[in-house]
């Protein structure tokens, strides 16, 4: 277990970082991406019958030399961005730098602020470990990441955590999804849970939501908040529309919710009707108070994992319930 700071610094591996803790040096780095692209370019020439050599000739130095070259900026933009935010943030207070990998099991008890040197998607994993604690989410490459989560440029970091710190700062308050196992296990989602099978095989599980039961197999569940009703969720409505253009019917038009709203939405993939299961209960919202309950019927290979980390899930095989609502914790985000 690790000591909390008044200010912690959430950064993450880059993926120049990843590939050389993978291949050990630059050189097996970048021989590893330049086979990669002559791999995808003979597979073009396969499909347009074109003779390789043709399609090769004069690019093939270009082409993995600006793969590798925008790894090696993006890792250099990046490792810039986490020096300046520290230097910058070397403030009265102590500042401490937790790698994302270890936020899980970090205790941020005594800290006042949480900054995540993106991208959005950490802010959403990190919300979910820091309880109340304002966080302040800092883009470090504005040219590449859109930053929905990443209010604040680098430059702007220091005055943004001076602002928490004095309790000045203009904050949003953002509804958690709760997933609470009959064992005690317990995990929030920032955007979503999936529930369902780790393959793509069929999920099999009983439903039951405001006084209603039934059977299903399906592709799983997703149960979406007002930040991730963009996200996931707004596919599986995009896949009703076109499937209703399709048919010739009424487009559906898609849902989204205010991030505060405190409504979670629940959505059934696919469900299959059949002699064991019905397609009755397939979306719904949760509002205060309620929620949706799902007993597992899969022998192995069920899971619930949330915000599309998968390798982060709880087990949810044969007599498994998992009980889905509206969390009392809320995400704290500092906005600009």
Known sequence: MFSPSPI????????????????GTRGQAKFVIRQAAAVERARLAERTRAPIAAQTAGVAPAASGD??????????????????????????????LVHRDYVPTF???????VVVLGQDGMV??????????????????????????LPFKVSQAREAVQ?????????????????????GQRMLAFNDFFIGNATHVSAHYGIHHQGRTEQQSSSGIIVSTGA???????SVFNMASGVARFLGSKTPSGFTMNWEDRKLIWVVREPFKSKQSRINLVAG?????????????????????????????LAFNSGAIVRIQIAQQQANLAVA
């Open 8 to 23: 912690v610094i959430i950064h993450r591996e880059t993926r120049l970082e990843g590939m050389l803790r993978r291949w």
């Open 67 to 96: 793969a590798y070259t925008e790894l090696e900026n993006e890792d250099q933009i990046y490792r810039a961005a986490l020096a300046t935010l520290q230097r910058e943030l070397s403030l009265d207070e102590r500042v401490q």
């Open 107 to 113: 205790d941020f008890g005594l800290s006042q602020v």
């Open 124 to 149: 959403a994993n990190v919300a979910k470990y820091v309880q109340n604690v304002p966080i302040v989410g800092v883009n470090p490459d504005p040219e590449r990441f859109d930053g929905i989560l």
């Open 163 to 183: 602002k928490v710190l004095r309790r000045m700062h203009k904050a949003r308050q953002v509804t958690l999804a709760e997933a609470l196992l009959n064992d």
């Open 228 to 234: 991730g009703s963009t996200g996931w969720l707004s």
């Open 285 to 313: 919202t949760l509002e205060p108070s309620q929620e949706l309950i799902v007993q597992s019927a899969m022998p192995e290979g069920g899971v619930i994992f949330s915000d599309g980390v998968e390798r982060d899930f």
